[in-house]
């Protein structure tokens, strides 16, 4: 027993490793990306943290969704945080499944660039949108009578650009339209949806995101406009972005994997990716203009030329 843990524990060794390997050189590759999509989410806090200045807190308006869906109450608002963390959490780890599993589909560094190039658009769109329209937040920190739902003016930029993490966050006020909780659960979902591999589990992400959305509204957090609204706009920034995107390298043939470059360069020897694939799935590359027919014969390949001369040796004449 000990000899087969000791037997899994070094090929899970030796496949992290060269994971790592792959990961670190498409890193070195699109860190500008990644450090891009990692400063644009400090930005969209800070643009979150200054419209809390300018908020100011008033009746809550009238929305069908609080009409028709009963009040959790703030004793029960961690529920939606909870549901949040735990779908934040599942597709993390599954962005990282290439490093234990053997069937893989995806690299970590590249859909992660991906991941944070739908985020950032979206984002963008939201900054624009509770910037242009301040709504009294419905949330219960956010109302009248409330010490936090209004912020007093800065003493020093710092103050602001520290934007008094992860308190800042928590408790804002004036993000509303539209819902970032939604924009991460609607990009990871719809990520999934396109790399995943289980089905059960695409099922189950959309469920969930459904019962997040009824979970903020619930809660109070954010009107029904702010969930309806990501719900299409999310997707549509997803399904126009990813069309200007290069397509992901697909891992699901192994030996493409190993020997094929990753660049879309050609290949020192002047064969393009595509030659490769055709060598690698059986196929020869033959010169089109090569169309002469090739006989075997005792394990040789003759042209046609030839062909006379082995029919006559293989008869005995």
């Not at 087969?4 to 070094?10: D, F, N, T």
């Not at 990282?96 to 963008?124: D, E, G, M, N």
């Not at 972005?241 to 390298?249: G, I, R, S, W």
Request: include cysteine.
């Amino acid at each position: 027993m000990s000899f087969y843990i000791g037997r899994e524990a070094s090929k899970l060794w030796k496949r992290i490793c060269a994971e790592a390997t792959t990961e670190i050189n498409l890193l070195a590759e699109n860190w500008k990306y990644l450090l891009a999509g990692i400063v644009f989410q400090y930005i969209h806090g800070l643009a979150a943290r200054g419209v809390h200045y300018l908020h100011r807190p008033g009746p809550t308006l009238q929305d069908l969704g609080f009409i028709l869906l009963p009040e959790l109450g703030q004793e029960k608002a961690y529920i939606s945080e909870t549901l949040f963390t735990f779908i934040f959490l599942s597709f993390v780890l599954w962005t990282f499944h290439p490093f234990i599993f053997k069937s893989k589909k995806i690299y970590t560094v590249l859909i992660w660039c991906r991941v944070l190039c739908f985020l950032v658009a979206s984002q963008a769109l939201r900054i624009v949108t509770f910037y242009a329209t301040q709504l009294p937040g419905p949330n219960y920190h956010c109302r009248e009578g409330s010490k936090l739902a209004t912020l007093p003016r800065p003493d020093s930029v710092f103050e602001v650009l520290l934007i008094n993490f992860p308190r800042g966050v928590i408790y804002g006020c004036g993000d509303l339209i539209f819902s970032s909780h939604m924009i991460f659960t609607l990009v990871f979902v719809l990520t999934y949806q396109r790399y995943g591999t289980r089905r059960c589990i695409k099922q189950l992400g959309w469920t969930l995101s459904v019962c997040q959305s009824l979970l903020i509204i619930a809660s109070r957090k954010h009107y029904t406009v702010d969930v309806v609204v990501a719900w299409y706009t999310v997707n549509l920034v997803v399904f126009f972005v990813d069309k200007k995107l290069p397509e992901l390298p697909d891992r699901t043939n192994a030996a493409a994997t190993l020997l094929l470059p990753l660049s879309t360069k050609d290949n020192k020897d002047g064969r393009t990716k595509e030659e490769n694939h055709k060598l690698l799935n059986g196929n020869s590359v033959v010169d089109p203009a090569d169309w002469r027919q090739r006989t075997q014969a005792n394990g040789k390949i003759l042209e046609d030329g030839h062909t006379n001369h082995a029919d006559t040796a293989m008869n005995g004449a």
